[in-house]
């Protein structure tokens, strides 16, 4: 046989490869995962174990629905930049069990996404155990003095927008000279492709017209997504970054009351190869 190829790259979890994560059996752990890769999807998934979901995108799920502040499930999508916070409980021993990422299809012009596994669970050493290693329900006791505080966001009803024809529209389109977002190129001096005022919500339908997915990205601001290819989503959710299907449509509904800065700001695919050839676009908020 010849000598093995080297790895044309690589795949690491807090910069190592295939690390082991401690985790008694029922042990509860808050987990926050980042995907930092520059165009890798993950779709997350725990031997033995689901995910508890806390936040997306660094929204927690309490703020806009403090009656549903979890959701749980069997396995997580997370494009490029995008995060999850979740509980999660050690599976029962003795058992193997790991942190994978399952294949996913990108479309029929996308780059392979195939599974692997991330990282090992194994039960804590023993003779590491600090006092509290062997607690498997590690939850505070409820804060009820901050039960009793008022919630900070203030519920609006966005259905009217909803059935308004969308206020912009961004659509992704590609060939063998780049990446387009409404035909154009990103260009460093090129005039904001839309503009917003700072204190309004908006309705934006994202549209992507290639054969491969491609992961929307707004700068400062969350957005509700509720509706792909004209159908309600069963689990809508505020993100700041969300996946367009192939050859499909996202509906949002952006939130601007609240960003940053005023001023430019930009949106892009988060497929950084992408976005270097063309697919990102100014924003002005004023």
Same mark, same amino acid.
């Given at each position: 046989l010849g000598e093995a190829e080297a790895p044309e790259e690589i795949f690491t979890v807090n910069g190592a490869l295939r690390p082991q994560i401690e985790i008694s059996p029922n042990e509860r752990q808050f987990w926050r995962v980042v995907n930092?890769?520059?165009d890798r999807y993950l779709d997350l998934q725990l031997d033995g174990a689901l995910f508890e979901i806390v936040a997306l995108d660094g929204m927690p799920l309490a703020y806009h629905d403090p009656q549903r502040p979890t959701r749980t499930t069997n396995h997580v999508l997370l494009s490029p930049a995008g995060r999850v916070e979740?509980?999660?409980?050690?599976?029962?021993?003795?058992?193997q069990a790991a942190l994978?990422?399952?294949?996913?299809?990108?479309?029929?012009?996308g780059d392979p996404n195939p599974g692997m596994? &991330?990282?090992?669970?194994?039960? +804590?050493n023993p003779e590491r155990a600090g006092p509290d290693q062997h607690d498997t329900d590690p939850r505070p006791e409820p804060d009820h003095a901050a039960e009793a505080r008022?919630?900070?966001?203030?519920?609006i009803n966005l259905e009217r927008l909803k059935k308004r024809s969308p206020s912009f529209t961004a659509i992704f389109t590609e060939d063998k000279n780049?990446?387009?977002?409404?035909?154009?190129?990103?260009?460093?001096?090129a005039a904001p492709l839309t503009s917003v005022r700072v204190g309004a919500y908006q309705h934006w339908r994202i549209v992507n017209r290639t054969a491969e997915l491609h992961p929307f990205h707004i700068h400062q601001v969350h957005f509700l997504a509720y509706e792909e290819n004209g159908t309600p989503l069963k689990y809508p959710a505020w &993100?700041?970054?969300?996946?367009? +299907?192939?050859?499909?449509?996202?509906?949002?509904?952006?939130d601007f009351t609240d960003p940053v800065i005023k001023g430019m700001a930009v949106f892009h695919?988060?497929?950084?190869n992408h976005e270097d050839k063309g697919m990102m676009a100014k924003v002005l908020f004023k």
């Open positions: 930092a890769s520059a979740a509980i999660v409980s050690g599976p029962a021993l003795p058992t994978r990422t399952l294949c996913v299809d990108t479309g029929p012009e596994v &991330l990282a090992d669970l194994i039960q +804590p008022p919630p900070r966001y203030k519920p780049g990446f387009y977002i409404n035909g154009n190129k990103f260009a460093m001096d &993100l700041d970054t969300v996946n367009v +299907p192939v050859g499909g449509s996202v509906d949002i509904i952006l695919c988060h497929l950084l």
